[in-house]
T-cell receptor, first 113, second 116 residues
Framework: DARVTQTPRHKVTEMGQEVTMRCQPILGHNTVFWYRQTMMQGLELLAYFRNRAPLDDSGMPKDRFSAEMPDATLATLKIQPSEPRDSAVYFC???????????FGPGTRLTVL | AQSVTQPDIHITVSEGASLELRCNYSYGATPYLFWYVQSPGQGLQLLLKYFSGDTLVQGIKGFEAEFKRSQSSFNLRKPSVHWSDAAEYFCALTLILTGGGNKLTFGTGTQLKVEL
């Protein structure tokens, strides 16, 4: 049963610290997405990769957030330095560009104190 | 620009009652449409999808949705709700037909509460 995996599932850190979240997309999928979900803003798209190349990161605060795909089996989302307002659940999703749907991971719940 | 509207933020139904969650979209062509469900503390799970063909689509967990082009709607239905259906439901469309790949535009979600 192929699924998207994310690590860590929970992260508590202090303001100013670096946070790295990892995602393993489903093998064979060529698109990867990072979302942030909060009560106030709902589900927001942060970044979108196709064949490991970033296509759209307009939803991501550029000064502190960065997203990369070092290889086809790993996507990372980094926050440096973290701030309390970054507290949220971060989801990774993957899919086939021609397939339409996205498959979501279980999320990383980030708390910045 | 494309958009998805879910007019109901919260809905409460009794267990065993029927359910209909509304979704309207704005798009320049016939879109690919999806319903996702998010249980508390979980990621989003695909319930069903519409690409083309039969406008009534069946999904998992006994859900179905009907695409109505004339009303730009894709409402989700279930004939008899179970307490385990309490969750948040998201309608979404993809930009695949306009070269946007499988990037999704989501509605704001409908929170379903089931009364026992």
């Amino acid at each position: 049963d192929a699924r998207v995996t994310q690590t860590p599932r929970h992260k508590v850190t202090e303001m100013g610290q670096e946070v790295t979240m990892r995602c393993q997309p489903i093998l064979g999928h060529n698109t990867v997405f990072w979302y942030r979900q909060t009560m106030m803003q709902g589900l927001e798209l942060l970044a979108y990769f196709r064949n490991r190349a970033p296509l759209d990161d307009s939803g991501m605060p550029k000064d502190r957030f960065s997203a990369e795909m070092p290889d086809a089996t790993l996507a990372t989302l980094k926050i440096q330095p973290s701030e309390p307002r970054d507290s949220a659940v971060y989801f990774c999703a993957s899919g086939l560009e021609t397939g339409g749907e996205q498959f979501f991971g279980p999320g990383t719940r980030l708390t910045v104190l | 620009a494309q958009s998805v509207t879910q007019p109901d933020i919260h809905i409460t139904v009794s267990e065993g009652a029927s359910l209909e969650l509304r979704c309207n979209y704005s798009y320049g062509a016939t879109p690919y449409l999806f319903w996702y469900v998010q249980s508390p503390g979980q990621g989003l799970q695909l319930l069903l999808k519409y690409f083309s063909g039969d406008t009534l689509v069946q999904g998992i967990k006994g859900f179905e949705a009907e695409f109505k082009r004339s009303q730009s709607s894709f409402n989700l239905r279930k004939p008899s709700v179970h307490w385990s259906d309490a969750a948040e439901y998201f309608c979404a469309l993809t930009l695949i037909l306009t070269g946007g790949g499988n990037k999704l535009t989501f509605g704001t979600g409908t929170q379903l509460k089931v009364e026992l």
